[in-house]
């Protein structure tokens, strides 16, 4: 009995051996061609020793591991054993293409390499899976088919979900070639189908195309946590595979929550250029326009120095509020006459499922001298991308009379009509760029109220005018401080000054700085003037950080560490440093639109929220 023993364990030694030399570590997929969302399973085979388990963090790259499993068996005929180790790995891809499984090494040997294509298996119009997420739709639609350059284009994407989602996030990101950013909130409700209750999702994009021609955009990609429906089935596979094979299981798949990715094709547009026939001037493409006026006061008489306010509405479909023009600053006026511009309001809405963009802004007219006036027609050439053609918009001219100031002769008049520009003047020590726009209405006296107590004082004799506007001022100034001390937070008002006097900044509080350089970025942006734009967004980036300003505009994208910034300031930086480098400044005064408020910080924020927010 004891030589069968000492005879078997030789054999076992011997066989042992010979394992040990024919050790071998193989892999494979169930499949080498998959749609995104589905799942494939990695099987491992070690033929050696099975002690150790394999390395498989080198898939957690392309790949979540939702399981694993492990069996193994021995058999021994004709005196001769062998044994294997089976690893099974069940595998999520995180994106689609060809990913190539690297070498998996495993008790001192490794795997082949394996290669594994993954589709996208998504229409922009009509998206869904084939697996358990095909109770996850996606589908959008462009309100235009063929849009011109620079106009607003809004894509609206719908969400139909009838599983349970967690962590869900909803990624678009633009290019180089078209502008995106979210328009408003998402709008939920809930609909049932077929018996199957599912969460509808709607959510609105604007997109500016760049340039002309064909343009081609990364979809829209969803991001989830799902629970895994189809969990207990393919552990019941996986188990009768062991069985089958080893006879033998070895624990279970548990039930849990894996990651769906479902990627939309790519957003695909044919941009049309520029016409031939279109104003050089001025590019305006919009699906309709309109442009109103109203005056202050309508009628009635009115004397050197009484304000004439003009107020501007402008109404666009089909262009964001950044795209519509400064028509203060095209607005003819005849000699005699000075125009002083009020700062433009501006706001956006979807009407429909199209953009609209509006633009308000007053504008006050000061004589200087007795006369009949005319104020010429106020022209606007916009394009029609509906009809495509060409269209001039026009107000009508408006004559005017002004009578000499009440109860004065003709210097006392001239007094009166000088005192506009002795308050423009002040402003312009702070702004000299134009001092049109530097007027700020929130913490000063209006303009208009400005030149109406002027000409009242005019009802006096000339030499107490200039006492009497001299108090005025203070007082406007005193109002201003006071007003700024309770609109600042606490402390706030004196950080501010104290870092203005160092500068040796002549603009009265950081407020006004910002809102000047912010309006000479504009203009900079619409006369495409790069290196004027970097100027004056530096000058506004300083207002805002007084005491730590940035140095360049690399390091004011990452201070804002908003993507709507990045682009516009990447591409303004390569075309200040790039000899004959075209640059249109369009993109820069859209994302400066809505800047954050001078004096905070701007937070970092994800350019797509999470859905469930």
């Excluded at 006036?373 to 107000?395: C, G």
């Excluded at 006392?412 to 003047?425: I, R």
Aim: glycine share 8%; hydrophobic share 40%; with cysteine.
């Amino acid at each position: 009995m004891n030589t069968i023993v000492r005879r078997a364990l030789a054999a076992l030694v011997a066989s042992g051996i010979c394992l040990s030399a024919w050790a071998a570590v193989t892999a494979s997929l169930d499949k080498t061609q998959m749609v995104l969302g589905e799942r494939v399973r990695l099987v491992i085979v070690n033929t050696g020793s099975g002690g150790q388990q394999p390395d498989t963090t080198a898939l957690q790259q392309d790949f979540d591991i939702l399981g694993t499993q492990r069996g193994s068996s021995v058999q021994i005929t004709n005196g001769h054993m062998s044994s294997q180790t089976q690893f099974t790995v069940l595998l999520a891809p995180k994106h689609g293409g060809t990913i190539r499984i690297a070498p998996i090494p495993w008790g001192g040997e490794q795997s082949g390499a394996l290669e594994l294509t993954v589709s996208a298996g998504a229409d922009p119009g009509k998206t869904g899976t084939s697996t358990a997420e095909s109770q996850i739709t996606m589908s959008g639609t462009l309100d235009q088919k063929q849009p011109y350059v620079q106009s607003a284009v809004v894509l609206s994407l719908r969400l139909n979900v009838g599983v349970q989602m967690a962590q869900a996030s909803l990624d678009f990101q633009g290019n180089s070639d078209v502008l995106v950013r979210q328009l408003g909130k998402d709008q939920q409700r809930t609909e049932s189908r077929n018996g199957r209750v599912y969460q509808v999702i709607e959510r609105k994009y604007l997109l500016i195309p760049q340039r002309s021609g064909a343009i081609s955009l990364k979809g829209p990609l969803l991001q989830a946590q799902v629970q895994d429906e189809s969990a207990s089935a393919g552990d019941s596979d996986i188990d009768a595979f062991f069985g089958n094979v080893f006879g033998q299981t070895a624990g279970h798949f548990a039930r849990r929550m894996r990651t769906v990715n479902l990627q939309a094709n790519a957003i695909e547009m044919n941009v049309q250029p520029r016409p031939a026939n279109a104003e050089a001037s001025n590019w305006l493409p919009a699906q309709k326009l309109t442009l109103e006026e109203t005056w202050r006061p309508e009628q009635g008489t009115l004397h050197v120095g009484e304000p004439l306010t003009r107020h501007l509405r402008l109404s666009a479909l089909g262009v964001t509020a950044g795209q519509l023009p400064d028509l203060a600053s095209s607005m003819p006026v005849p000699d005699g006459i000075k125009k002083y511009p009020d700062q433009a309001k501006t706001d956006e809405a979807l009407e429909g499922e199209t953009l609209r963009a509006n633009r308000d802004q007053d504008v006050a007219l000061i004589a200087s001298a007795a006369g009949h006036y005319v104020l010429p027609a106020l022209r606007l050439v916009w394009w029609d991308t509906v009809n495509r053609a060409q269209h001039t918009l026009e107000l009508p001219e408006r004559s005017v009379d002004i009578l000499p100031a009440t109860g004065v002769g003709a210097s006392a008049a001239g007094a009166a009509g000088a005192a506009p520009n002795t308050t423009v003047a002040a402003d312009a020590s702070s702004a000299p760029a134009d001092n049109s726009n530097t007027i700020d209405t929130n913490n000063t006296a209006s303009t208009a109220s400005a030149f109406s107590k002027a000409s009242l004082m005019a009802q006096t004799p000339w030499r107490w005018i200039s006492a009497a506007l001299a108090v005025l001022w203070l007082a406007t100034l005193l109002l201003w401080w006071r007003a700024r001390r309770w609109a600042l937070p606490h402390g706030g008002s004196t950080d501010t000054n104290a870092s203005a006097a160092n500068s040796g900044s002549a603009l009265p509080t950081a407020r006004r700085s910002a809102s000047a350089a912010l309006a000479s970025l504009q203009r900079a942006c619409t006369a495409n003037d790069p290196h004027l734009a970097r100027q004056h967004v530096l000058e506004w980036a300083t207002a805002v950080w007084p005491q730590s300003p940035p140095r360049g505009l690399t390091s004011l994208a990452e201070r804002l560490k908003d993507a709507r910034y990045a682009l516009p300031l990447q591409q303004l930086d390569r075309a200040c440093y790039t000899a004959d480098m075209a640059w249109n400044g369009t993109a820069l005064a859209h994302a400066f639109a809505k800047p954050p408020k001078p004096g905070a910080s701007a937070k970092s924020t994800p350019l797509i929220p999470d859905l469930y927010d």
